[in-house]
């Protein structure tokens, strides 16, 4: 058991440097994809933007007054709702900084 | 590749609007939280301490065999 554990940490060891350039070599090109997106999709709103995001609370409160929101097809709905949840997960992420530890309150 | 989406400025907004409300929500709670459970830690160390007296003194008297 312990002349196993040994000899498997010797492999692991003679090869860690080939194991860490393949790690690298597999997650640059698709870190670079991730970049490409996220400086896009995953920015904050620049200060232009905001009043536009206003515009939009608005559209979304008038579309509820005026009853259009009843008329969305399921798909839309399940859309929204999707898109509602991702926010909500935003609330999350910002509550583990928050209280600075990923697993409840550490108090 | 796929030219990236043009998110809504409304969702931009409102995610991060969501995790700044996150944050001091978190750290409100965090805040809290703290100093009760420090209370409740400290006399949970006191009535141990009063628990392993009283058993010290019975241990004692069995002892003594009054």
Same mark, same amino acid.
Request: proline content about 6%; overall charge positive.
């Given at each position: *058991?312990?002349?196993?554990?040994? &000899?498997?940490?010797?492999?692991? @060891?003679?090869?860690?440097?080939?194991?860490?350039?393949? %790690?690298?070599?597999?997650?640059?090109?698709?870190?670079?994809?991730?970049?490409?997106?996220?400086?896009?999709?995953?920015?904050?709103?620049?200060?232009?933007?905001?009043?536009?995001?206003?515009? @939009? *609370? +608005?559209?979304?409160? &008038?579309?509820?007054?005026?009853?259009? /929101? %009843?008329?969305?097809?399921? +798909?839309? %709905? /399940? &859309?929204?709702? /999707?898109?509602?949840?991702?926010? /909500? *997960?935003?609330?999350?992420?910002?509550?583990?900084?928050? +209280? &600075?530890?990923?697993?409840?309150?550490?108090? | 590749?796929?030219?990236?989406?043009?998110?809504?400025?409304?969702?931009?907004?409102?995610?991060?609007? !969501?995790?700044?409300? #996150?944050?001091?929500? #978190?750290?409100?709670?965090?805040?809290? $939280?703290?100093?009760?459970?420090?209370?409740?830690?400290?006399?949970? !160390?006191?009535?141990?301490?009063?628990?392993?007296?009283?058993?010290?003194?019975?241990?004692? $008297? !069995?002892? #003594? #065999?009054?």
């Amino acid at each position: *058991m312990a002349q196993a554990a040994r &000899r498997m940490l010797q492999r692991v @060891g003679s090869r860690g440097p080939q194991l860490l350039s393949a %790690a690298v070599a597999y997650s640059r090109p698709r870190l670079a994809t991730f970049w490409y997106y996220a400086k896009v999709e995953l920015a904050p709103p620049t200060p232009g933007e905001i009043p536009k995001a206003i515009d @939009g *609370m +608005k559209a979304v409160v &008038r579309s509820f007054q005026s009853g259009r /929101l %009843a008329q969305l097809t399921v +798909k839309e %709905a /399940l &859309r929204n709702g /999707l898109v509602a949840t991702e926010v /909500l *997960m935003w609330f999350y992420i910002g509550e583990i900084i928050g +209280k &600075r530890g990923l697993i409840g309150y550490n108090v | 590749m796929v030219p990236p989406v043009q998110v809504s400025p409304l969702i931009k907004f409102t995610r991060y609007s !969501a995790l700044l409300v #996150g944050m001091i929500y #978190g750290k409100k709670r965090y805040d809290y $939280l703290k100093p009760i459970a420090e209370e409740e830690r400290r006399i949970e !160390a006191e009535e141990k301490k009063k628990r392993e007296e009283l058993e010290r003194i019975a241990k004692e $008297l !069995a002892e #003594g #065999g009054v």
